[in-house]
């Protein structure tokens, strides 16, 4: 399997800017192509009736998709092939169905490593886009993590 194209989720996050370094490393070796995705979560129409809240929606996708330009020119340094895209969409299902319509070859994506209880109550994208999606996804950890170990039996 060649890839050719490698869509990176990215919520702006330390996790994600540890994932945006390794697929852009691997694109470099790979002589692939790197697409910084950002999914906005979209709000719901009743909320959008006033004029001030649809202001304010536009001012923050505009941060965002700056906010993305940014990280595609600070690691573009890097001679790698990278494009950015926002779209509208929950995250998981809208990496898993942006990364198709991109023809994509491979997803990576941060982890932040939560657990418990706050990962029952936040849930967690980086492991429902593994679970749906039709091709190879990496998981990256947040950078500073330390890795755990896996227990040896003895």
Do not use: F, W
């Amino acid at each position: 399997m060649r890839i050719r194209r490698i869509v990176v989720a990215t919520d702006l996050s330390r996790a994600s800017a540890a994932a945006e370094k390794a697929a852009v490393g691997l694109a470099q070796v790979l002589r692939a192509e790197v697409v910084l995705l950002h999914c906005i979560a979209p709000v719901e129409a009743t909320i959008l009736t006033s004029s001030e809240v649809t202001s304010l929606l536009r001012e923050q996708e505009q941060a965002v998709r700056a906010a993305v330009a940014r990280r595609v020119l600070r690691l573009g340094k890097r001679n790698a092939r990278i494009k950015n895209l926002v779209v509208t969409a929950a995250a998981a299902s809208g990496i898993v169905e942006t990364s198709r319509k991109l023809a994509a070859d491979l997803i990576v994506i941060g982890t932040h490593g939560r657990t418990g209880i706050s990962r029952l109550m936040i849930g967690s994208v980086a492991e429902r886009v593994v679970r749906t999606a039709p091709y190879p996804v990496l998981t990256v950890p947040s950078e500073g993590r330390k890795p755990t170990r896996a227990h040896k039996g003895g």
